[in-house]
């Protein structure tokens, strides 16, 4: 089983400030995805990145997968209120069209 | 587009019945439809893969007979939690897809078992 840390596991912040999230593997994705949950609802895709060292922007969000697509990070720059939410990033898993996901963060921004 | 709908959104049942949770793809056809459950403050598991037409695939450690799960058409899939229990309350998520390339998740429903 591929396994997908994510941290820091919950993150409170003021509106305004910085901050990144991390997505690690021991093993190698051919692809890994972001997506946004809030409360009640299911996840949002964000993004996919699928090539090694490839940054992709997304307004004030930034993703990043490793060179040695082991591992992904966000960074979301004077975050917001409405960025508050549960972060999970995912990737194949084997199976067919299957994906397994990371073990979240928990975000909180404060206005 | 890609939208998937479930139905409830969420349901209270007594412990010993069973709650059917329904899973439709609204604008296209889904070759295959997943089922998640995920408690408070915890990530999505993986429960199973259900096929139109053919048996659900169902991950380690989850119970065929519990949770039956019925994919009677391109567009439909179901999801019978037989005889709740408490410890069966939770968040349940499906999600769909028709390329292969993206899964497109409901909006989920909740269970609460009494």
């Known amino acids: 089983t591929q396994l997908l840390e994510q941290s820091p596991q919950f993150l409170s912040i003021q509106e305004g400030e910085n901050l990144t999230v991390y997505c690690n593997s021991s093993s190698v994705f051919s692809s890994l995805q972001w997506y946004r949950q809030e409360p009640g609802e299911g996840p949002v895709l964000l993004v996919t990145?699928?090539?090694?060292?490839e940054v992709k922007k997304l307004k004030r969000l930034t993703f990043q997968f490793g060179d040695a697509r082991k591992d992904s990070s966000l960074h979301i720059t004077a975050a917001q209120p409405g960025d508050t939410g549960l972060y999970l990033c995912?990737?194949?898993?084997?199976?067919?069209?299957?994906?397994?996901f990371g073990t979240g963060t928990k975000l909180q921004v404060i206005p | 587009g890609a939208v998937v709908s479930q139905h409830p959104s969420w349901v209270i049942c007594k412990s010993g019945t069973s709650v059917k949770i329904e899973c439709r793809s609204l604008?296209?056809?889904?070759?295959?439809m997943f089922w998640y459950r995920q408690f408070p403050k915890q990530s999505l598991m993986l429960m199973a893969t259900?096929?139109?037409?053919?048996?659900?695939?169902?991950e380690q450690g989850v119970e065929k007979d519990k949770f039956l799960i019925n994919h009677a058409s391109l567009t439909l899939s179901t999801l019978t939690v037989t005889s709740a229990h408490p410890e069966d309350s939770s968040f349940y998520i499906c999600?769909?897809?028709?390329?292969?390339?993206?899964?497109?998740f409901g909006p989920g429903t909740r269970l609460t078992v009494t």
């Open positions: 259900s096929n139109e037409g053919s048996k659900a695939t169902y």
């Open positions: 990145v699928v090539t090694g060292g």
């Open positions: 999600s769909a897809t028709f390329s292969g390339e993206e899964q497109y």
């Open positions: 604008d296209f056809q889904a070759t295959t």
């Open positions: 995912a990737g194949p898993s084997g199976g067919y069209q299957k994906v397994t």
